[in-house]
């Protein structure tokens, strides 16, 4: 057919070749007959590239695979389940179930650059907690499998220290999820990672590599405990660690790279207003200090008393600000030879607090706090071991800037703490922040309370814990989120991870010879017999783009049910059934929506009916796609 038909990209963008086509195009002399000249790039950087056999950084076996893992596209889609979802027409809120490394590939394409901040909280890889091992060279069929949605159903297994290759097994799984995490934030985005000591050392050199050293921001020390374990071998640890890194960190002012935001100021007790003091509350401050100024000047009191700075010490202000203080009545002048004292007027101090690298339980919960929170909510069940406390996170978010309307991520949800987190927040202070949250539907043990109250996976406690954690704000805040402008959305749209719908898409080099027969006789058909056209549409949106909380909407056009996005911008037709009519496709062609996506199977093989859609397509000047 013509160039003016497009076919729907059977996968998630290439990012080897993406990565070689950006330094073409910043370097082209660098790139000759589709190869790199190492040689030229050194000579156009001017730079020293370390020769020999030591270097150095954090190598691993594996990490090659582990790189290249990263960068190769899935053909993976995300099937909508309304049935799960909360609000799922107008909410910004999206939660993921499927293994997170799927999941950030299929984000690439709208999320680039688009999500404010991301909190993740892996496993610390302790011997006893389970870390997804992945097959690269089947991801998404080897998880279906492992998840026991395909018959032959795996196990998920721990990554004990006996079975040797143990921080390799757990940096093989980071590298590619960091990398693909990285590529999402926005320009001024920013990372909290949580650690303790067991992979603590590995992950700060990992992130020094994916994100480049000059992006570390800070490594938080979180006091998670406050009671000492006497049966402790060595210490009783009371504290994880938090390693926050920026995608770029800003380096001067209006740059565009991340800058910390102040924390607001919560604690005014120091300020009070005893002399109603027409400027609002202020707290008395010294007029001297040790720091050398030249200023020197004597103050004389009302009553006569001359002062004179203390020996060894020295006046903070200038005359001018003093005298300037004396005239507005901003000097308190205290008794006899005392030293006067200035206000400082809560109105007149900075609008928040720089953040410190010590949070403490006070200042950001701890262990025992997300533990009563989670079970508060499920009726004072512990129905998951070691959730973070919605406050640390939610000092994340103030640290972060995270600003209206502006995206959290969490790709590794467990109870879901973090989409509380974000609502919680929202409903404090006005906010309109929006969370996606991704969990593996890793089944619960066995013996556990939370498998004895039938939650099978985590992925549903997560979904359970978010809708729960919803309904209780919007009861307990009823009278605070009456005032809102906007309702507070509590929702969520939930998605799962699943292979693509469409069966020609399928097809990759490792497939047998006879797999390929097989394959060809059912290429006839484009999409999967059962696929629902939602969960078509879906995929297409994604390859083609769009966001997760796109507004979708069924519409009638001369008789054919098709689906508008984003009010009309796009618009599909994708029943594999009914072969639409040249009067049909003509009217939704008339509609002049910026893109039109039909199912190659709703052809059902007249090419002369596509041939005259195209035409008509022109002529209207809209973009066709077929799927
Ligand atoms: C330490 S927990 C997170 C706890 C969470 N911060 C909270 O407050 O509840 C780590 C979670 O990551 C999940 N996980 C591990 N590997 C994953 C993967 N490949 N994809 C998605 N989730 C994964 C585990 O099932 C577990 O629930």
Redesign the pocket.
């Given at each position: 057919m013509t160039d003016e038909l497009n076919e729907v990209p059977r996968t998630t963008p290439d990012f080897t070749t993406e990565a070689a086509s950006q330094l073409a195009e910043l370097f082209p002399e660098v790139v000759a007959d589709g190869k790199i000249n190492l040689d030229t790039l050194k000579t156009i950087l001017d730079i020293d590239v370390e020769e020999g056999r030591e270097r150095f950084g954090l190598t691993w076996p594996g990490k090659r695979e582990a790189i290249r893992a990263a960068q190769t596209p899935t053909t993976a889609t995300l099937m909508p389940d309304k049935e799960e979802s909360v609000d799922w027409d107008t909410t910004q809120n999206v939660f993921i179930e499927?293994?997170?490394?799927e999941?950030l590939k299929i984000l690439q394409k709208h999320y680039y650059g688009q999500i404010k901040m991301i909190?993740?909280?892996?496993?610390?890889n302790t011997g006893n907690?389970?870390?997804?091992q992945?097959d690269y060279a089947d991801p998404i069929g080897s998880y279906l499998e492992r998840t026991g949605q395909v018959d032959e159903a795996g196990k998920l297994s721990t990554n004990s220290e006996s079975a040797g290759r143990f921080h390799s097994n757990w940096l093989n799984?980071m590298y590619p999820?960091l990398k693909l995490a990285r590529n999402l934030l926005t320009d001024d985005g920013v990372m909290f990672i949580?650690i303790d000591d067991s992979e603590q050392a590995q992950l700060r050199r990992l992130v020094d590599e994916v994100f480049g050293e000059a992006n570390f921001v800070s490594q938080i020390v979180w006091e998670k405990v406050h009671t000492r374990k006497n049966s402790a071998r060595q210490f009783s640890v009371s504290h994880d660690y938090i390693i926050c890194v920026a995608r770029r960190k800003m380096r001067s002012i209006g740059d565009g790279g991340f800058q910390r935001a102040l924390l607001p100021r919560e604690n005014s007790d120091a300020y009070s207003n005893p002399d109603s003091d027409p400027k609002g509350p202020w707290k008395p401050d010294p007029i001297y200090a040790n720091n050398p100024y030249d200023a020197d000047y004597v103050i004389t009191k009302p009553d006569g008393t001359e002062i004179t700075r203390p020996a060894g010490q020295y006046w903070r202000y200038s005359k001018k600000t003093i005298d300037e203080a004396i005239e507005s009545g901003a000097l308190i002048w205290g008794s006899g030879a005392s030293m006067p004292m200035i206000k400082r007027y809560l109105s007149e101090v900075q609008d928040g607090l720089v953040p410190v690298t010590l949070f403490t339980r006070e200042f950001a919960g701890d262990n025992s706090q997300?533990k009563s929170e989670?079970k508060e909510l499920f009726d004072g069940d512990p129905i998951?071991s070691?959730?973070?406390?919605t406050r640390l996170?939610q000092r994340f978010i103030q640290i972060a800037g995270v600003g209206h309307h502006e995206i959290v991520l969490?790709?590794?949800?467990?109870?879901?703490?973090?989409a509380h987190a974000v609502t919680a927040l929202n409903a404090d202070d006005d906010g309109a922040r929006r969370c996606i949250s991704?969990?593996?539907p890793?089944p619960t043990d066995p013996e556990s309370d939370a498998h004895k109250l039938g939650y099978e996976t985590?992925?549903e406690i997560?979904r359970e814990?978010i809708r729960r954690a919803g309904k209780k704000i919007l009861e307990e805040e009823a009278s605070k989120l009456d005032g809102r402008a906007d309702s507070l959305d509590v929702g969520f749209r939930a998605y799962k991870l699943v292979d693509t719908n469409f069966t020609k898409w399928k097809a990759n080099s490792d497939l047998s010879e006879d797999e390929l027969v097989g394959l060809f006789s059912d290429l006839a058909d484009s999409a999967d017999d059962h696929a629902r056209p939602e969960a078509l549409l879906t995929e297409v949106l994604l390859k083609l783009g769009f966001s997760l909380t796109e507004k979708i909407e069924t519409v009638e056009v001369a008789g054919l049910s098709v689906f508008s996005v984003a009010d009309g911008l796009v618009m599909a037709y994708l029943d594999e059934h009914t072969q639409p009519t040249l009067d049909q496709l003509r009217a939704l062609v008339a509609r002049e929506p910026e893109r039109l996506v039909v199912l190659e199977d709703a052809f059902q093989g007249n090419d002369e009916l596509k041939t005259n859609l195209v035409q008509e397509c022109r002529t209207r000047n809209v973009d066709l796609w077929t799927a």
């Open positions: 499927g293994d997170n490394l999941v909190y993740i909280d892996p496993p610390y907690d389970f870390v997804y992945d799984m999820r949580s997300a989670v998951f070691y959730p973070k406390p996170i969490d790709f590794f949800a467990g109870s879901g703490t973090t991704v969990q593996l890793e985590i992925s997560t814990r």
